[in-house]
């Protein structure tokens, strides 16, 4: 008789309701339909049919190997040794979806190089503003700090320090982003 709880997915508690429910091990899981342990708490119509497979998989005997000389492709690798590394395509015949074609684009217009300069002007007029208004808030979260004391204290100093390192980093960000959008814009014009 295997346990239960040997059963991946199956828990002590889990087990112990299959068993009031009269299934007291892999083997009776492995024999059930999944109608009967759909009344069991927790185990629902697409739970039902995983347990049972991985109570058959978990019960079923191991094959013996038909002849010494199996092929060494199909043993796993043993801890440590690496496996090889087989792409999408090889296996499939396919590209990968995901991996779209690249093609040249053309240059940007005198007009596309202005739009994308405002922008990166704009995103970073934005993320000023958004920064003053996080440097503001750590302001105030520090001013209460000082008039708090003990525990509370600490805690305020601790979220105006956060404050204050979210301003600047969302200032940092923002000057950066610009700094790509205007490195763009001059690659695209040269």
């Known amino acids: 008789m295997t346990d ?3 059963v991946t997915g199956i828990g002590p508690g889990l087990a112990a ?3 009031a429910a009269g299934i007291s091990d892999a083997e009776a899981l492995a ?3 999944p109608d009967d342990i759909l009344s069991v708490r927790g185990i629902g119509a697409g739970t039902a049919p995983v347990l049972i497979a ?3 998989h978990l019960t079923s005997p191991t094959p013996a190997p038909t002849s010494p000389a199996a092929p060494a492709s199909a043993e796993k690798p043993s801890k440590g040794t690496k496996r090889s590394k087989t792409s999408t395509t090889e296996i499939t015949g396919k590209k990968d979806a995901r991996k779209k074609d690249k093609k040249p684009k053309a240059a940007p217009s005198k007009a596309d190089m202005k739009k994308a300069e405002k922008a990166a002007e704009e995103i970073e007029a934005k993320a000023k503003k958004k920064a003053k208004k996080a440097e503001k808030k750590a302001a105030k979260a520090e001013e209460k ?3 708090k ?3 509370t204290k600490a805690k305020a100093k601790k979220r105006a320090s956060k404050l204050k390192a979210k301003a ?3 200032k940092t960000k923002a000057v950066k982003k610009a700094e790509k959008i205007k490195k763009k814009a001059l ?3 040269n």
């Open 54 to 56: 991985r109570a058959k």
């Open 145 to 147: 700090a000082k008039k």
């Open 4 to 6: 239960l709880t040997r």
């Open 149 to 151: 004391s003990g525990k």
């Open 187 to 189: 690659k695209a014009t």
């Open 17 to 19: 309701q299959l068993t």
């Open 168 to 170: 600047k980093s969302i």
């Open 31 to 33: 024999q059930a339909k």
